[in-house]
């Protein structure tokens, strides 16, 4: 019989890689969807398997991290072996304007999720995985960031993660549940949210090359974060729930750079030198020279970055550096995607979209939204 995986937040960027990972290793994979409006399973389109033919092994079910009933329900249906809890209401600046709904689907979401599985006896069967974040060491306390780090949430996304961290230490020490948490560092890939730094740096500049857009509104390009790659980090979820314990682990690179840095190597790929003046809220980059033909809609002079206060978050985390030194003792974990390879694999992915709009465009057809937002 296949091992059965229930994954929330399927749709997100870590569900969609972690879903590939799952279906690959032969699980029989089980998503939760919410309702929306308009199609949101871009990024599992490609897994998706004709319910009709014989044996499918991908399974998606309506439900919402809000809602007890329909998460039990699912449980009780699907009886996983793994649960993975990747969905949350993920963007940190967005939490600040949405805190208590964040509260609500971050926080007990997980506490919804842990009671189905002790409500319905299944401690002994299900193991648990809590996608926890570096957010939770927020004013960091020592550095580089290990599992023994006192926290210190600095957004309500942080503290509502904070509640879900400690909710799944709580009911693995009362009820004996194999549930564990990943205290996962920033990572990216394509697939990423178009409104987190690093995708709306790839896709706002591949867009400027292209012209679509004029310019890059940001916020603090001093912010240091350690970044890796989706794919990796995925990797990691599942192995800690191999493990004969449970246990929380730290995932992160150990390196780390500025969001400024991030902007000159995303535009490098390009073939853009950028040129940073001012300083402040004053701080623009301009093109400073242009290689090969990736940006022909630019000429060395442009201004492709401003900055825009409203980015700037009420309370912000100004550097995180993680330490996955126990992951790799015990288990085995290293990081395979390079920085560099990743921002690559990013800016190259973001300008085909971009020359498609592009040509889209020429032709009177589709037109991309701009880099706006978060
Ligand atoms: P995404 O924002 O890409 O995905 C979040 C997922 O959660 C989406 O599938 C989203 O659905 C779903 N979701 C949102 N609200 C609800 C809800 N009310 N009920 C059910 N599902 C909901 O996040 P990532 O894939 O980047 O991250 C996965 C998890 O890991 C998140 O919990 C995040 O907080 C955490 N994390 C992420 C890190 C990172 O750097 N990426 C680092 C550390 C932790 P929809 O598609 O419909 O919006
Ligand atoms: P973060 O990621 O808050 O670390 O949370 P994000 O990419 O949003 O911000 C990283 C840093 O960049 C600064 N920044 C900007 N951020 C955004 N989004 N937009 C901007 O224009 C901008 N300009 C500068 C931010 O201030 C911040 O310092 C991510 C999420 O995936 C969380 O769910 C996860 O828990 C943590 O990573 C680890």
Known sequence: MARKALITGVTGQDGSYLAEFLLEKG?????????????????????????????????????????????????????????YNL???????????????????????ALRLLEAIRFLGLEGKTRYYQASSSELYGLVRETPQRETTPFHPRSPYAVAKLYAYWITVNYREAYGLFACNGILFNHESPRRGETFVTRKITRGLANIAQGLEDCLYMGNLDALRDWGHARDYVRMQWLMLQCDRPDDYVIATGEQHSVRQFLIWAA??????????????????LVAGITGD???????????????????????????????????????????T?????????????????????????????????SEGK
Do not use: C
């Not at 300008?351 to 709009?357: E, F, G, N």
């Open 268 to 285: 490098a790929e390009m073939g853009i030198a950028l040129e940073f003046r001012g300083k402040g809220v004053d701080e623009i980059a």
């Open 27 to 83: 699980y029989e994979v089980h998503g939760i969807k919410r309702r929306a409006s308009s199609f949101n399973t871009q990024r599992v389109d490609h897994i998706f398997q004709d319910p009709h033919e014989a044996e499918p092994r991908f399974f998606l079910h309506y439900g919402d991290l809000t809602d007890s009933s329909a998460l039990t329900r699912i449980i009780a249906e699907t009886r996983p072996d793994e649960v």
């Open 87 to 109: 969905g949350a209401q993920s963007h940190v600046a967005v939490s600040f304007e949405a805190p208590e709904y964040t509260a609500d689907v971050d926080a007990l979401g």
């Open 294 to 336: 990736k940006a022909p809609a630019l000429k060395p002079g442009d201004v492709v970055m401003r900055i825009d206060p409203k980015y700037f978050r009420p309370a912000e985390v100004a550097a995180l550096l993680g330490d996955a030194g126990k992951a790799h003792r015990e288990l085995g974990w290293t990081p395979t």
């Open 338 to 370: 390079s920085l560099p390879e990743m921002i690559s694999e990013m800016a190259a992915e973001d300008l085909k979209i971009a020359r498609r709009h592009a040509l889209l465009r020429r032709h009177g057809l589709g037109m991309p939204a701009a």
